[in-house]
């Protein structure tokens, strides 16, 4: 009977102790938009899903290509309801829209480039759109296509950003 109440006090002390150990799992800190838990980014990184991957802006630009992957000069800002987009691979590229539906088509409210060596802007009758492929407003990570046409700001000529993607852009800067 000793033998017995010794292997009793045992379990009920082992089942005890197991009960009261602190949980390990920070999935439930996953969803709550605050960075903790070990979290790279809000919500993403260590035990939760993974965070976006590095941004880019790709376009044909004129007759050249544009790449912008570096994440210290890829990046956006959001300004009052607008996202402005900003990449540089050695030539400042920045467009403007307000943001809409995942799909649908908004206007480009604002452009400013350099390309050969001159400065071109969006002026009137010039034109543009942004389609955002998906939105994270928790993250504040935007990704999305685009196309526009802009002046010369020292004469007549016109240009365009054509094939435009922006992908994992951050706007939160």
């Given at each position: 009977m000793k033998n017995l109440s010794l292997t009793c006090l045992a379990v009920l002390l082992t089942t005890g102790f197991y009960s009261c150990s602190k949980s390990t799992d920070h999935t439930?800190?996953?969803?709550?938009?605050?960075l903790n838990g070990g979290e790279t980014e809000i919500d993403c990184g260590a035990a939760c899903q993974a965070c976006p991957g590095a941004p880019s802006i790709n376009c044909t630009l004129g007759n050249s290509t544009f790449t912008s992957t570096n994440p210290a000069v890829t990046y956006g800002q959001m300004l009052a309801s607008s996202i402005r987009i900003y990449g540089n691979d050695s030539r400042p590229l920045f467009f403007m829209f307000v943001p809409g539906a995942v799909n649908q088509e908004v206007p480009v409210s604002s452009v400013s480039f350099a390309y050969n060596g001159e400065a071109w802007a969006m002026e009137a009758g010039d034109s543009g759109k942004v389609v955002l492929?998906?939105?994270?407003?928790?993250?504040?990570?935007?990704?999305?296509?685009?196309?526009?046409?802009?002046?010369r700001t020292t004469g007549p000529d016109t240009t365009s950003a054509r094939n435009g993607v922006f992908t994992n852009i951050r706007y939160n800067h």
């Open positions: 439930a800190l996953c969803h709550d938009g605050i492929t998906s939105i994270d407003t928790l993250r504040k990570v935007v990704s999305g296509t685009f196309w526009f046409t802009a002046g």
